[in-house]
């Protein structure tokens, strides 16, 4: 069983095709990237991915169960975290966590809100209203809110878009960690090229709402004859695709 199945999906807003037609699965305890430039259309597909939009056509699937259908079931069982998408500002970090625990049913909420405040640095900070925070302390409460209820599937935005580089390697080391220890999946959606060389099993690279490629980093690597995550992007983005490469957006 894929751990996500999507299928022919699209997602319109009015006369903007913001995801045209994507089909792609993604194996269980793998992490897998989705590439993209600006307005690509990853985020309406993690959004559609955790019911937050509606497909306009299409199927989704998330651990073997119909996102249309069940979606109350399987959500349980998923979590996502974006530096975009803000946390109650009043609420202090305690009380933050507190409520999203009870909301997610967790058991042994203060051991495990402590072993997360002592893993993700926010035991300092745990009386402090959320919208005091810096940038780079909302996205650890961030992190550790999705994480609260051991999720088997991880969704992330741009998981290190607001941290200094020390904190952004040790966060993509924990999130290692976690995936080792849990065999949770992860699909992650970013710009930083070093993050998805580091993380990344597979890549799927979107462009205007399609996926136009898609392999392991070294697939990719060989196909485009690059050394690196950053000149394949830039080779799609610019359409530097060699004229016999034959179009690999389909599974
Ligand atoms: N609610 C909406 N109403 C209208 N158009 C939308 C809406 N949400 C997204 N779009 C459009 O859909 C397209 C895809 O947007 P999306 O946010 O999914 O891209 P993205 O790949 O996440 O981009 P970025 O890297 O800039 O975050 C864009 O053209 C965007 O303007």
Known sequence: MNAIEVIDVTKSFGSVVAVDKISFTVEPGTVTALLGGNGAGKTTTLSMLLGLLLPSSGAISLLGQDMIRHRYRVLPRVNFSSPYVDLPHRLTVRENL?????????KG???????LCRDLDLVTL?????????AGQKTRVSVARALLNQPELLLLDEPTASLDPDTADWLRGYFQEYRG???????LASHNMTEVERMCDRVLIMKSGRIVDRGTPADLFARYGRDTMEEVFLDIARDRRRPDEPERGEP
């Open 98 to 106: 507190t409520v999203y625990g009870h909301l997610y049913g967790v």
């Open 109 to 115: 909420l203060k051991t495990r809100m402590a072993d």
């Open 126 to 134: 745990l009386d402090r209203p959320v919208g005091k925070l810096s």
């Open 181 to 187: 220890r849990t065999g949770a999946t992860v699909l």
